[in-house]
């Protein structure tokens, strides 16, 4: 399962917009995130960010179009400028990852509809020509699972920020302590577009087009043939314990396990302890070492879907564009039948 968490994106057009995604933490005990300065929270799992607007003045070829991550530093440089229009890093708006989010499903923070995602976006006032920078107040937690929603829905110009916010401040750069109204107003009408696409209900002019790209999208049926046709290396996210059925699940009513097949690489192997994202030998090591076959297709997996983009990110670094994610991961293949979908609680040979 994953965490609540704060989160930032910055996206250009004629501009750069930051967002910062802020969640509350579940219970469980060694990963809840820190809420992103005005940030709001929710009963459970990953939620809130913000986006804030500056002008383009750096040359693209800044920005490493084979690289999912920027630096800190460069974004710090950007916001400087003359032009800059900010509200928090400073400058973002929130986009909540418990409310645009599938309301058909009890599933936590499942994948929007792409007419509830384009709805949302557009009240956050992001548009197609825009690229953006996501950011987190862990580090790595939420701000991947943003960044992976942006690309699934074909929006290809979105980075996130190396570090976020803990490389933020520790480099030395300002931050500010307060929401503003702006920000908090746009998250809100983000909140009821998905609501009101999923009542069946008009939404204002969309200003945001998607795009659905079902190779990075994997369901339970998909796992469930791959599992029996084994065409792709299965790789989870969760932490080794829960993994092999020791230690418990964080939510309640689950157990811990895996789906068969699978290896366990923890997300939280991708990077250092800065935290910034492991090097591309770094982490093409990391997996070898665990025995994917990088040559091979890879589909990846965590406990609800949101740390197992913090893979798909490192895999990303190292040239495999391609990886879907399994939204539902753990908690729904759980759910299921055991005759229908088999879980092991022991070690994987």
């Known amino acids: 399962m994953c965490q609540s968490t704060a989160a930032q994106l910055s996206f250009h057009f004629q501009n750069n917009v930051q967002i910062s995604l802020s969640a509350p933490p579940v219970a469980r005990p060694p990963l809840s995130l820190l809420p992103f300065l005005s940030s709001r929270r929710s009963p459970a799992g990953p939620a809130g960010i913000r986006i804030n607007k500056v002008s383009w003045l750096a040359r693209w070829s800044v920005m490493a179009q084979d690289d999912p991550v920027v630096s800190a530093q460069w974004l ?20 909540d990852l418990d409310g645009i989010v599938d309301r058909t499903t009890d599933l936590p923070h499942m994948l929007p509809s792409e007419e509830a995602f384009a709805a949302a976006i557009s009240e956050l ?63 809100n009408a983000a909140n009821k577009a998905v609501e009101r696409v999923y009542n069946g209900e008009q939404t204002n002019i969309i200003t945001f087009q998607t795009e659905f790209q079902p190779n990075l999208f994997w369901t339970l049926e998909k796992v469930a043939h791959n599992v029996i046709a084994k065409t792709y290396q299965q790789i989870d996210a969760r932490a080794k314990g829960r993994f092999d059925g020791v230690a ?18 923890p997300f939280l192997e991708m990077f250092d302890g800065a935290p910034n994202l492991l090097s591309a030998d770094e982490l093409r090591q990391k997996f070898q070492q665990a025995g994917i076959s990088l040559d091979q297709p ?22 495999k564009h391609d990886v879907p994610v399994y939204d539902g991961s753990w908690t729904e293949w759980e759910a299921q039948s055991d005759s229908d979908y088999p879980k092991v609680t022991a070690p994987a040979c």
Not at 76 to 95: E, N, R, Y
Not at 145 to 172: E, N, T
Request: glycine residues 14%; aromatic residues 10%.
């Open 248 to 265: 418990p699940e964080p939510r309640k009513g689950v157990r811990s396990g895996h789906i068969p097949g699978s290896i366990c690489v």
């Open 76 to 95: 710090h440089d950007h916001l400087g400028m003359p032009d800059v229009k900010v509200a928090h890093i400073p400058g973002a708006l929130f986009f």
């Open 125 to 187: 006032g992001i548009k197609n020509q825009d690229k953006v920078i996501v950011y987190d107040g862990q580090g790595f937690f939420s701000a991947p699972r943003v960044w992976w929603m942006f690309r699934v829905f074909g929006h290809k110009k979105v980075w996130v920020l190396d570090g976020g916010l803990p490389q933020w401040r520790a480099s030395g750069f300002n931050v500010e302590n307060a929401s503003p109204d702006d920000a908090v107003l746009k998250s």
């Open 298 to 319: 890879i589909v990846v997996t965590c406990g609800s879907g949101v740390t197992a983009c913090t893979l798909a990110l490192g895999l990303y670094r190292i040239g």
